[in-house]
């Protein structure tokens, strides 16, 4: 069974920055995809990131392109999001998601597990 824990999220105004950090336990973390995604309340679950296996490829959206940065340390079997630059749009719920094929997390679909989430506010 693999496990994601997401932590990071919180408070900031608007301008400021956040990483967000997500743990996976449970299998090879260099065997996955990894995805990052938002949900603000009363809409659909958003995609925000993907990065591949080894880190050699990521996609933004265009909502976030420019401010936010996916990265990861496969030594650490962590996934991060730096997001720089926050606007009161990015208040949601985040969660990071494995996957087998970076191509299917680019198009917001294939992702397998699922973290709890972290909860960012960004006050204006």
């Known amino acids: 069974q693999v496990q994601l824990v997401e932590s990071g999220g919180g408070l900031v105004q608007a301008g400021g920055s956040l990483r967000l950090s997500c743990a996976v336990s449970?299998?090879?973390?260099?065997?996955?995809?990894m995805g990052w995604f938002r949900q603000a309340p009363g809409k659909e679950r958003e995609f925000v990131a993907a990065i591949s296996r080894s880190g050699g490829s990521t996609y933004t959206a265009d909502s976030v392109k420019g401010r936010f940065t996916i990265s990861r340390d496969n030594a650490k079997n962590t996934v991060y999001l730096q997001m720089n630059s926050l606007k009161s749009e990015d208040t949601a719920v985040y969660y990071c998601a494995a996957g087998n094929s970076y191509a299917r997390i680019k198009e917001n679909y294939g992702m397998d597990y699922w973290g709890k989430g972290t909860l960012v506010t960004v006050s204006s």
């Open positions: 449970g299998r090879p973390f260099s065997s996955y995809a």
